[in-house]
């Protein structure tokens, strides 16, 4: 087991803690990079739906895991960013233009999506980001002239400084630096004043306002950070798929996208990356599997929703902390072996909260 | 004659047909320890909350060094000096100790939230500013055994010092503790006694505090109100309001009313 002797202030807001992490963070870099060079073509695509949704993930982590603020409405916001792309590129705005113009238009239909969170809480927080999401949605599928409406909109690949991003390896590498910078943006915030904020927020608001942390900022704020990342990571998804239609992002989305941070393990950034290659890699596990089942199984309707139900019934009753909780049992497990105790990460029982002046 | 520190002009609050707080003054002078006491539901956590802008007074106004802190929104308040610990502990859970503590920081952050994404150099420095500032209020508490746990994980008595360190880490001017002994032992009251004390004397910070023990309340306070059903009762020494027969009412009953008991209940 490692004991990190802290001796300067920096080492608490370092990126790595410890060589072992340089390490394994430098292999996993690695491997990714040299991915193309081994994977079928397919699975490279796949991995870059894994980046991409990787994007929404952590912002959604921000929000969901760290702000505590419900949205079930982030395929609406996937839809901003990759109709914003689809329509700017179409009409000849350079790659990175559109992507920033994604991200900014997301994130003001994020602020006006938040602006309920400032008065209500939990579900109902929920119910009213899902209306929201609805409306976006009809309003892509209504503004025929501007997105094409229910025919669709076809999407050309990206073209940067005249290299063509089409398929395949470049369009991974895109992909893939897009995440990272996602990734190290969220953990950025997390380290910082902003970051404690939303963790304030998430667990006693009552008592984060008394700390003189602005609610109606910092609830808005993660809004639009979040809406931000899911609109660029429409605007790559746009590049992706190429063709764009209102059915793409609907309420089903977005409730999948919730399940992915909360399979993946709400409150950690790592959650948000194993939950993003969880709802790629699925389908595809189903797939695999579906020869072998009976057939009134494998031709079954809505096989598909139903394990992922399943899962999120299991991973809520189970190991509530998801995958990522999962992995940190495991791995205390042989840090500490033998002397690991069942029990070690049960969670005292929260003390009695008062009025929470609700 | 310049303004008291701190004054509460006939400040009064109505949830429905109930009078929670009623037409109540007090003020406190700069380094004093005041203290509210009185039977539950007298309205003290009350006080507590229109001084912090939870609630909205529906009369009057309070003033903090000639400034109307009842005009400023409920966040605004720790940026003018008044910091507050709650009854119940309102700790944020799931985050480590040094972190509550550095959120108690947070009107005293330098950098903005898009430096902070890039985590510039300045972002960098500021947040070890920061920890220096937070590690002082750590080696007052004794708290540096926690620094890295989780609030979640600790026992009752050392949340109730983090809370206290929390509101410590805002550089307070007036600290409003609501009833800070509450669910600890003799030890620990003893050390919150002391703590009590070493903050005032030694930070210069004017504390307002709500106290059901009474030993305590006798050690730390130089002032206290005692209040019943949101009106003040008697203000004054510790000793001398303890002894107010009001007081004494509010508490245990007229003797009238206990030969009334005491014949009903043979």
New interface residues.
Partial sequence: MRFIFKTR??Q??ELFQHGGKVFWYGLLMAVLLVAPVFVSPYVLTQLSQVCIYAIVAVGLMLLAGFTGQLSLGHAAFMAVGAYTQGVLVTAGVPFFVGIVAAALFAAAVGVIVGLPALRVKGLYLGIATLAFGTIIEEIIARAEHVTGGNAGLMVPPVNLFGWRFADGPSFYYLCLAFAVAATL?VI??L???????F??I???E??????????AFYKT?SFAISAAFAGVAGGLYAHNIRFLSPDQFTVVQSIELVMMVVIGGL?SVHGAIYGAAFLIALPQMINAVKPFLPLFLSEATGLQPTVFGAVLILVVLFEPLGIYGAWLKTRTYFDLFPFYRQGMFR??K?????DR?K | MSAPFFQAEGISVQFGGLKAVDGVSFHVDKGEVFTIIGPNGAGKTTVFNIISRIYNPTAGRIMLEGQEVTKLPAHRIAGLGIARTFQNIELFEHATVLQNLLIGAHVHRTTNPLAEALFLPSVKRAEVALRERVEEVIDLLDLAVHRDAMVAGLPYGARKVVELGRALCTRPKLLLLDEPSSGLNVEETEDMAFWIEDITRDLGITVIMVEHDMTLVSRVSDRVMAMNQGRVLAMGQPAEVQRHPAVVEAYIGTPAAAAELERAAS
């Fill in positions: 202030y920096e608490d807001i943006i950025n915030i380290r910082s004043p902003t970051g404690r904020a963790v304030a998430r667990d006693s009552i008592s984060a306002q008394s700390m003189g942390v602005n609610l704020l409150g969670r005292q929260a003390f009695q909260k008062s002046l």
